[in-house]
């Protein structure tokens, strides 16, 4: 049996103080100075005491400003002490927490392609081989803003190449909207939350574009109960969508990661069969096209023969029928404009 070792979210709402902290520590600095002075100018057992004090809180007090931590809103913090998990600071405020307490975020200095979380300078790094590899920038510099972004970003995932479910290559690309919701599961369950959210959406991309043909295909089944539908990814780029979500969703679960939204952003041939889906769209197009002509065409002919017996305008025999009929078809139905003949003679 599995057992998930799951680590739970624990906020700290009770430090809000970081301003009283910050004008308690600068006014004991500010009085120091003339407790040095005074307590030098005491000949006695209590000036030294005076000085000692006062000297040992310039040598250290400046610690209690470690302790000091500015949040903007839609940001969180987690906090560790000696390697154990002590809590999360989410909200805007001015909090004060134990000077020794470190931020912990793996995921920092890890910038994905478009999401505009990290600034600085960086060097691109592929995260896996080829096309199909979101591309993350990594930030070497130091003093890395360790606070967790809470707002809604954008992951816009590189265009991949697929095969669909017809063995024809596609290129397909997704933008997922998402965010953080449990800091806890985010840095200590995963390795790098966004590295790790990145590769999920190739994943969960593959895994849902090759049950699908490019466009409607007779006797495919694309949602798993057996019977033949008319779901593609061109026709049916909405249910598609929401399949990628989905799945991905039940991927970065563990991660402390909700998928908002997840979008097709790009879906085109392969450039290797590219021209010759056009040429059989094309064909496929044409075909349609004369089918529609020759049903009204067909429809015209038999409402002028109706017409013309009805008002006994002129009797014809089956054979100058089927004549009349040739002769409206090829006008109806051409490509060119008809150049009629006149004739001057007799009807026969």
């Not at 308690?24 to 057992?45: C, H, K, Q, R, W």
């Not at 779901?231 to 979500?245: C, D, K, P, T």
């Not at 290797?272 to 349609?288: K, P, W």
Request: proline share 2%; hydrophobic share 45%.
């Amino acid at each position: 049996m599995n057992v998930k070792n799951e680590t739970k979210e624990k906020i700290l709402t009770e430090k809000k103080n970081g301003m009283g902290v910050l004008i308690f520590t600068t006014l004991l600095y500010i009085a120091a100075i003339p407790v040095i002075v005074i307590g030098s100018s005491m000949e006695n057992d209590m000036g030294a005491i005076m000085c000692t004090a006062a000297g040992v809180w310039l040598a250290f007090g400046w610690i209690f400003y470690l302790g000091l931590k500015v949040l903007k809103p839609q940001e969180a913090l987690v906090l560790t002490l000696f390697g154990k998990y002590v809590g999360t600071l989410k909200g805007d405020g001015f909090y004060w927490v134990n000077p020794f307490c470190s931020a912990f975020n793996p995921a920092a200095a890890t910038k994905l392609r478009q999401s505009g979380d990290v600034r600085g300078d960086d060097t691109a790094v592929k995260l896996g081989s080829g096309t199909s590899a979101d591309t993350v920038n990594v930030n070497f510099t130091a003093g890395l803003d360790k606070r967790i972004s809470l707002k809604m970003m954008t992951l816009n995932n590189n265009k991949q190449k697929i095969n669909d479910c017809l063995g024809n290559p596609i290129e397909i690309g997704i933008a997922v909207i998402w965010k953080v919701v449990d800091t806890a599961k985010a840095v200590f369950d995963v390795d790098n939350y966004k590295e790790y959210l990145s590769l999920q959406c190739d994943t969960a991309l593959r895994n849902i574009v090759r049950l699908y043909p490019y466009d409607v295909s007779e006797n495919v089944d694309t949602t798993g109960d057996g019977i033949a539908d008319e779901g593609s990814l061109r026709g049916s780029s909405e249910i598609v969508a929401q399949r990628i979500r989905d799945e991905i969703q039940d991927k970065v679960q563990n991660a402390g990661i909700e998928i908002l939204e997840a979008r097709i952003t790009y879906l085109a041939y392969a450039p290797e069969i590219a021209a010759a889906m056009l040429q059989r769209q094309q064909a496929s197009a044409v075909v349609d096209a004369r089918k529609l002509i020759v049903d009204g065409a067909v429809g015209m002919v038999e409402m002028a023969l109706e017409q013309l017996s009805e008002k006994n305008v002129v009797e014809l025999d089956d054979e100058r029928k089927a004549a009349m009929v040739s002769n409206l078809l090829v006008v109806l139905c051409g490509n060119h404009d008809a150049q009629p003949v006149v004739n001057s003679g007799s009807l026969y």
